[in-house]
């Protein structure tokens, strides 16, 4: 088993930025594809990043440009940097991670969500 614990959210004036993190712990072999999806209010959960474990990355057209997602292997860390952050970012963040086991078993993680508030 493994956990996946976020970071970083909070209230944020609009144009700001804000830096999430995820850390994985547990019983960790390898980590694939890591990513990120958000969740606002009323809506469905909607894909955010994601990054492969040897580094391409991929955006919503949503936030392509204004969101950069990287990791660091050595930490088992994702992170989202978001800048120029609208309202329409308001959310509970979540990262998702593809984590292979000692058993040779491979399962897809949640976190718990951290809320990013954008609002003067």
């Known amino acids: 088993q493994a956990q996946l614990v976020e970071s970083g959210g909070g209230l944020v004036q609009p144009g700001g930025s804000l830096r999430l993190s995820c850390a994985a712990s547990g019983s960790i072999f390898s980590i694939n594809a890591m990513g990120w999806y958000r969740q606002a209010p009323g809506k469905q959960r909607e894909w955010v990043a994601a990054?492969?474990?040897?580094?391409?990355?991929n955006y919503a057209d949503s936030v392509k440009g204004r969101f950069t997602i990287s990791r660091d292997n050595a930490k088992n860390t994702v992170y989202l940097q978001m800048n120029s952050l609208k309202p329409e970012d308001t959310a509970v963040y979540y990262c998702?991670?593809?984590?292979?086991?000692?058993?040779?078993?491979?399962?897809?993680?949640w976190g718990q969500g951290t809320q990013v508030t954008v609002s003067s």
């Open positions: 990054i492969t474990s040897g580094g391409s990355t």
């Open positions: 998702n991670a593809e984590i292979l086991d000692y058993s040779d078993y491979l399962m897809g993680y």
